[in-house]
């Protein structure tokens, strides 16, 4: 038993209401769909290891914030060669010296069947051994125990986010999941959820997180969910408390929002680009005179002066003269 699935349905880059993309993510055909065939040919010194755009996309859901842009081709060939460089056993060896971040790697390996068994049993008592440590102050090895160790901030961080993931994908795997008995009494559902809201709170919106947000919404309008609890998980006494978890999918239905409202802010306006983003700042708008609702934004120099020479200079759109300090462009006469 490995991680959801759900994975390779990355929710979180910018959805509709009904959990689809909006548009894919930069990169998605070049890679692979989940089942090991690849769409398209990597680089020819790309390490050929099975299970690896499992843990691709495992470790994108669970270490990056759903803000960050991502580029599939690219993360799956650097995972390769990381993993290639950090053979399972030297990983196993670090942790045994009480390293939480290859501990942490280790349990992504398990939870994705990545150079290691699929086990997500061994990836939870992983996760459990690092939240044990930081809450407690527990030794990482077995020496004395007046030794203790602290979780860097980062790597608890992220194992929040693998718990959420971990617990999420154990209770999927349960008859019950997605029935209102689950929503209201299955003990790992709640668990992922708390783990969520951890993540959150300690600076990690991950795709992780937002991944448990929308399912419970999701189950919560179901007949039996609703009827109990008409405001949904966001208000009740189950899943309510979880503040930090709720703001964020709020940013996230917010950020939706305005993605569908002014889609010119968030992808490039070259039309032979695929370059779409969350963060509007990545982007520069086009400084001509063309209107702001039609203002196109592009990731680059070139892709403004290519889609400026091809379509936007016919659309009407003039360069604006920048001024000088008394109001005058270059060159004029008082």
Known sequence: MRFTDEIFQPCCQGCSDNGALLWPLEGDTLTTDGEGNQYADVPDDTP???????????????????????????DYVRAAHEVAQNPTEAVGERMQRGDHASML?????YGSGCEAEERLDKALHLIERILAHATHGQTATSGPPMIRVTVPKHVLQRTHSAA????????RTKGIANTPLAYHHDPDLLRAAAEADQAVAAGLPS????????????????P?????????????RRFGGFTKLWE?????????STI?????????GAGDCDVRVLDKHELKRCGGSCPPERKPSYCSKECQRRDWKSRHKAEGCVPVPKLDGNGRAPGSEE
């Not at 499992?54 to 690219?74: E, G, H, M, N, Q």
């Not at 790697?105 to 390996?109: G, K, P, T, V």
């Open 48 to 74: 050929d290891i099975p299970n690896l755009d499992f843990y691709a996309a495992a470790v994108s859901t669970v270490f990056c914030p759903y803000t960050k842009r991502l580029d599939a081709a690219r």
């Open 105 to 109: 790697e280790l349990a992504m390996r």
């Open 164 to 171: 959420a993931l971990a617990f999420y994908s154990k209770y």
């Open 207 to 222: 795709r992780a997180a937002l991944l448990v947000a929308n399912h419970l919404v999701a189950l919560g309008k179901r």
């Open 224 to 236: 039996g969910c609703e009827e109990r609890e008409r405001l949904g998980p966001r208000t009740d």
């Open 248 to 256: 964020a999918y709020a940013a996230h239905r917010k950020l939706v």
């Open 260 to 268: 569908r409202e002014k889609p010119n802010l968030f992808w490039c």
